[in-house]
């Protein structure tokens, strides 16, 4: 991210990666806008899964003149509120060591601009959480550069909410939080990723278009016109973050399964219920939906759940030994001949445990 002529040695740059969180508890709507807190708690399944994830570079130069960020090599406005509430909040937190360190704490960088360079090995804005991942890896990128331990999920949320999640390995809850300055509202492992290493994620990608209506300006809308948006937060959510959490630690495959539908599906419900209403889903979306049912009646058993996000691309949770078969039917019921690779534009199978990337 340098640009020619400014000295960068390697002392002063580090580079990171961080995966990508699959909600299947969502979140959406918020109580406050800049400090980001959510109108209901959340719970996710953070990836390790190396098609899914952001790589982050941030130097820091005497020569640099001021801070200056590139993404997937272009450069942004740095100037953007959640990128200047980041690097507000990590100097902050380094001012902070610095005074209670003493002299033995190099506090070089916070003298220095920085320029930061982030990557996705995925599409941008087509619903895979790449704000998620992206605030994540930068929140983490900029904590190591600057010399910051400690809890840094309070931070990473402010730059997007999913992002707060991003920051735990495994099977992560983000508290809603109670107080008004938004220090309870942070990120906790419910489990750690070595938990459960019989699940399996499968992306189903219906379309690797940006979606028409981002995240932050839908749940906006969402709780200014949606009752069943304020029903959900305030009576449905809070019954199955405690399910949701005694499913996980049972590793009860049905339940978590089932929960993790109803909860995608209410999400899109309420989706519908804002007005003017938002549409994510599609017909390929729709389908997956109507072939998971059959596939689970089938064998009597929930054997295959989905989730969807603010996109049409679906997020499959399954068991290891399940992982053949259902691929099969995924190729019979979406053949890449027929519909030219148009329908399902690809299919990745994680063999990987789940497991701490951070
Ligand atoms: C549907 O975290 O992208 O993926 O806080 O405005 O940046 P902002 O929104 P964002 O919303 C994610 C919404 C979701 C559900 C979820 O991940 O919980």
């Known amino acids: 991210s340098a640009m020619p002529g400014d000295s960068v040695d390697k002392e002063n740059m580090i580079t990171c990666t961080a995966p990508v969180n699959i909600a299947v508890i969502k979140y959406w709507g918020k109580r406050n806008e800049d400090l980001i807190l959510p109108i209901n708690s959340s719970l996710s399944v953070t990836l390790h899964q190396d098609q899914l994830k952001t790589t982050t570079t941030v130097a820091t130069s005497r020569s640099f ?9 272009k450069e942004e406005d740095i100037s953007h509120p959640r990128l200047q509430s980041c690097l507000r909040e990590i100097r902050r937190l380094a001012r902070k060591r610095r005074n209670n360190a003493g002299p033995g704490f190099d506090a070089t960088a916070l003298s220095h601009k920085v320029h930061i360079c982030s990557i996705n090995n995925f599409p941008t804005a087509a619903g895979l959480a790449s704000s998620a991942a992206g605030f994540a890896c930068l929140v983490y990128t ?3 550069v600057f010399g910051v ?4 999920s309070g931070i990473a949320r402010q730059g997007s909410g999913s992002a707060c999640r991003s920051m735990y390995g495994g099977f992560v809850q983000w508290i809603m939080g109670q107080q008004e300055d938004g220090k309870d509202s942070l990120a906790q492992q419910v489990e750690p990723e070595s938990h459960w290493p019989e699940l399996r994620i499968l992306v189903l990608v219906a379309s690797a278009e940006r979606k028409p209506v981002g995240s932050t300006s839908g749940m906006q809308t969402s709780v200014q016109t949606s009752s ?3 029903h959900r937060a305030e009576s449905v959510v809070p019954g199955r973050m405690v399910e949701m959490t005694e499913a996980v630690r049972r ?3 049905a339940a978590f399964a089932e929960l993790t539908m109803k909860d995608s599906n209410q999400f899109h419900a309420t989706c ?3 007005y003017p209403p938002i549409f994510y889903l599609n017909n390929v979306s729709h389908r997956i939906i109507s072939m998971v049912h059959r596939y689970n009646r089938h064998y009597g058993e929930t054997r295959v759940a989905y989730t969807f996000d603010a996109g049409p691309n679906a997020v499959i949770f399954t068991l290891q030994q399940h992982i053949p078969e259902f691929v099969q039917m995924v190729q019979y019921f ?13 299919l990745s199978v994680d063999q990987a445990p789940l497991s701490e990337e951070l």
């Open 149 to 152: 331990e400690g809890e840094l």
């Open 142 to 144: 900029l904590a190591r």
């Open 251 to 253: 590793k009860d495959f």
């Open 65 to 73: 003149q001021e801070d200056r960020i590139w993404l997937n090599g």
């Open 272 to 274: 519908l219920d804002t």
């Open 334 to 346: 979406f053949p890449p001949e027929i519909n030219g690779g148009q329908f399902i534009k690809g």
């Open 228 to 230: 069943l948006l304020k």
